[in-house]
């Protein structure tokens, strides 16, 4: 063989072997770059985790040690997989384990169960709510039945939130309204798995009951109210109990025309007991009192002469639309309480005469406007009666 052949064969020789090493080279130092894969974010509302490569081609895991799956996941920004987790059971604590292609060295997580022993109460008397066996969670969630949106409050009776969510249940108690509850979860990382969301309860707002039937008598200038009702007191700011059929001074002052003569709204319900609520309020409108009706001759609201040793009494105005009363007494004792005391209607301007017998004189005779009762159904409102006046018959 010549010596250029020989140049030759020893070159190709050379060639192959560099060409053989360089693979071994450049898996070295994959080898030397990999580390062993590591535990991200755990995410248990989303129910993903978040494995970190960490220069690994593969990521595997198991849950026995012994078979091992491919991790078949869309990597994030950060170029982590983004592991569903869904899968994993709720009812006991399970562990998993993972490793890389290169760097083959098993670390673990333990994705804690379920919290199955939360429970709410709810006290429909007084709105409160008892939680139980909250474990580590620091808030709860709520939201309504009929949607998926969550609402994160804390445990803190004061706080804001809590506070919050105390008056939003408040407004649900108009109808009955159901609301489901879980502890708040926490996001886990690295060896701190954080913990789920606990088993969801469901608690049922009942609604309060129906406002009382409030109606005013306007013969009488009484509310029929009861002991088992309360109404706001303004000046006190506060609810206060009510006496059986309370009249329109006591729960309405403002309204009569000796006083400041304004339209006043009476707030009253039924109070709460040990095992109900209070209801819903009842708000009753009491119109300003009109004025006195004038006594005078023929021109008047009023008038009166005596005729043959009898009163004559005559409303010159008095119609079916346009009602005045009047009341006697006999004996000439002042009007104490208007509720005690018999009125009769006068709807037309004819003459009334009495005789001596019939109304003496000394006697009293008290007039007014009458009142109107309220007829939601007909559109008809309320009126009070007039504050009344008086004349002594002395023929």
């Given amino acids: 063989m010549n010596k250029r052949l020989m140049i030759l064969l020893f070159g190709i020789m050379i060639f192959m072997i560099v060409g053989l090493e360089s693979p ?50 869309a990597c ?38 379920q919290n199955t022993s939360f429970k709410v109460t709810f006290n429909k008397a007084d709105g409160d709510f008892t939680f139980e066996n909250i474990g580590d969670s620091a808030t709860f969630q709520w939201r309504n039945s009929t949607d998926y949106t969550w609402h994160t409050v804390s445990y803190e009776m004061d706080s804001d939130s809590y506070l919050e969510f105390l008056t939003m249940m408040d407004t649900y108690r108009f109808s009955t309204t159901k609301i489901i509850l879980r502890t708040s979860s926490k996001d886990g990382y690295g060896d701190d798995a954080g913990f789920r969301s606990s088993k969801e309860a469901t608690v049922t707002i009942t609604a309060r009951s129906s406002a009382p039937s409030i109606k005013v008598n306007i013969k009488t200038m009484v509310l029929n109210t009861t002991t088992s009702m309360e109404y ?49 309020t009842a708000a009753i409108i009491i119109p300003a009192q009109r004025q006195t009706p004038v006594i005078g001759d023929s021109t008047k609201d009023v008038t009166y002469y005596y005729e043959d040793g009898k009163l004559v009494l005559q409303f010159p105005s008095a119609s079916s639309t346009n009602i005045y009363e009047y009341a006697i007494s006999e004996d000439g004792t002042d009007l104490e309480d208007v509720s005690s005391i018999t009125w009769k209607a006068i709807k037309a301007s004819s003459l009334k005469k009495f005789s001596v017998n019939s109304v003496p004189n000394g006697a009293v005779i008290y007039v007014r406007k009458a009142g109107t009762t309220e007829n939601a159904s007909k559109s008809i409102a309320l009126v009070l009666p007039s504050q009344y006046t008086s004349f002594t018959v002395n023929r």
């Fill in 232 to 280: 706001y007191n303004t000046k006190q700011g506060a609810w206060v109990e009510c006496d059986k059929n309370m009249t329109i001074e006591e729960l309405a002052p403002e309204s009569l025309y000796e006083n400041e003569d304004v339209a006043t709204t009476v707030l009253i319900r039924k109070a709460a007991t040990d095992s109900n609520p209070y209801s819903k």
């Fill in 76 to 113: 994030n920004a950060d170029d982590e997989y983004v592991m569903d987790i869904s899968w994993v059971s709720v009812s006991s604590s399970t562990s998993v384990y993972f490793k890389g292609n290169i760097a083959k060295t098993i670390v673990s997580v333990v994705i804690p169960a």
């Fill in 24 to 73: 071994k080279e450049i898996l070295a130092d994959t080898e030397e770059t990999a580390k062993t894969v590591t535990i991200g974010t755990i995410n248990y509302d989303t129910l993903t985790m978040n494995i970190q490569k960490n220069d690994n081609t593969i990521v595997y895991y198991s849950l026995d040690k012994k078979t091992w799956y491919e991790v078949e996941a």
